[in-house]
């Protein structure tokens, strides 16, 4: 019954594969990290929509920005708190020149868009640094923004505005520690279905830069093999505990299960310290288990930062 169970499973992921729209949607996404747009409006937060940006390609020495007061009002993002600085806090704060204790992230602009059933929202972040130092993780995060809006108005162009297609992007901190602050970008794009990406960006309070998993772990080989195997532990014992719960391992499509960590995965920190792994919809298991995340226990990767 389990291997039947594993077979429709496997048939599952190949039929949505076998989908152009949605499938290439997510390539190219991840692509346009890569090869975002180099406009840049990085002085004023507001809200941009479709039209304005090609007024911008007509007119490139003139922006015209449509302003409101909630794009305005900049919102604050703290995660802890520091009601007494202990000669322990103090010090880490010495040694965070860049981003500071605590991160301070707004809504830097919004595109917004809606021409007939297409529609689209998307939130870009940035974070503020104490001393007016520019952040460089702030760019790859706009840059991650401007992808998602270049496939928008690409798809756009392409349907002739025919058919319903909606995206929306939004963001939050989903962990911070005296050391990293991270940022998940949630992006939902629905068209002949709905499909769930997240991006989480790790930054490094004392230098402003993105830390990929890679990066985190030293590039160690060894080190993601370890905290590969622990996921596929953790897949195992839930589908034991809950038939409901699937995951692409075991099955009798090999080549299409979960093989390991690539070292470009999102990643986050519980709040004990342990490591969270992040994958999209589809990446590891079927649609309807949405986008799913995995907590590895400190015995498996020990403390990754100080």
């Keep these: 019954?389990?291997?039947?169970?594993?077979?429709?499973?496997?048939?599952?992921?190949?039929?949505?594969?076998?989908?152009?729209?949605?499938?290439?949607?997510?390539?190219?996404?991840?692509?346009?990290?890569?090869?975002?747009?180099?406009?840049?409006?990085?002085?004023?937060?507001?809200?941009?929509?479709?039209?304005?940006?090609?007024?911008?390609?007509?007119?490139?020495?003139?922006?015209?920005?449509?302003?409101?007061?909630?794009?305005?009002?900049?919102?604050?993002?703290?995660?802890?708190?520091?009601?007494?600085?202990?000669?322990?806090?103090?010090?880490?704060?010495?040694?965070?020149?860049?981003?500071?204790?605590?991160?301070?992230v707004m809504t830097f602009r919004t595109f917004e868009d809606e021409q007939g059933n297409f529609n689209s929202k998307i939130d870009i972040p940035k974070i503020d640094s104490e001393n007016g130092t520019e952040i460089a993780a702030n760019q790859e995060i706009e840059e991650y923004a401007e992808s998602l809006i270049a496939q928008y108005e690409k798809d756009l162009e392409a349907s002739g505005g025919e058919g319903h297609y909606s995206m929306e992007s939004s963001y939050d901190i989903v962990s911070q520690n005296d050391r990293y602050v991270s940022i998940r970008i949630n992006t939902t794009l629905v068209m002949a279905s709905g499909t769930q990406y997240v991006k989480v960006?790790?930054?490094?309070?004392?230098?402003?830069?993105?830390?990929?998993?890679?990066?985190?772990?030293?590039?160690?080989?060894?080190?993601?093999?370890?905290?590969?195997?622990?996921?596929?532990?953790?897949?195992?014992?839930?589908?034991?505990?809950?038939?409901?719960?699937?995951?692409?391992?075991?099955?009798?499509?090999?080549?299409?299960d979960f093989a390991g960590l690539t070292g470009e995965e999102s990643y986050s920190f519980s709040d004990s310290g342990e490591l969270v792994i992040y994958f999209d919809e589809y990446d590891v298991a079927p649609g309807y288990m949405g986008a799913v995340s995995f907590t590895i226990p400190l015995e498996v990767t020990g403390q990754l930062f100080q």
């Design 1 to 104: 019954m389990e291997k039947e169970f594993q077979t429709q499973v496997m048939e599952m992921k190949q039929k949505y594969e076998e989908i152009p729209v949605p499938a290439n949607a997510r390539d190219r996404m991840l692509a346009g990290i890569r090869q975002a747009k180099e406009e840049k409006e990085r002085s004023v937060s507001g809200v941009i929509s479709l039209e304005d940006r090609k007024g911008r390609k007509n007119m490139k020495n003139h922006v015209w920005m449509k302003r409101t007061a909630a794009a305005a009002a900049a919102v604050l993002v703290t995660v802890g708190a520091l009601a007494n600085i202990s000669p322990v806090t103090a010090n880490a704060m010495e040694k965070l020149p860049i981003i500071g204790a605590l991160a301070k």
């Design 201 to 256: 960006f790790t930054i490094d309070k004392t230098t402003g830069n993105t830390v990929s998993l890679t990066d985190l772990t030293g590039g160690s080989g060894e080190m993601l093999t370890k905290i590969s195997e622990n996921i596929k532990e953790q897949m195992r014992a839930q589908m034991k505990e809950d038939e409901n719960i699937a995951y692409f391992i075991d099955s009798d499509i090999p080549e299409m």
